[in-house]
């Protein structure tokens, strides 16, 4: 599992395809502080890692 924080929300990755309350995310979920949420339609592999560079949320996966 990866974490970070992007727009003052906690991201989280890995290999889950859902969060507490049965929400799906594939892969990676958003935390705002009150609730989890997906991150647009997820990811397609693992999350390997995660980072912010200007402004932006990289994600690290398995593209192969």
């Known amino acids: 599992y990866s ?3 992007y727009q003052d929300d906690l991201i989280v ?3 889950f395809d859902h969060v507490p ?3 799906t995310v594939n892969r990676i979920a958003r ?3 009150s609730g989890w949420h997906a991150v647009d339609d ?3 592999d ?3 890692g995660l980072t912010v560079f200007d402004d932006l949320l990289i ?3 398995n593209w192969g």
């Open 3 to 5: 974490l970070t924080v």
């Open 13 to 15: 990755g890995g290999s």
């Open 21 to 23: 309350g049965g929400i």
């Open 31 to 33: 935390w705002d502080g």
């Open 42 to 44: 997820g990811v397609d």
């Open 46 to 48: 693992k999350v390997y």
């Open 59 to 61: 994600v690290l996966t």
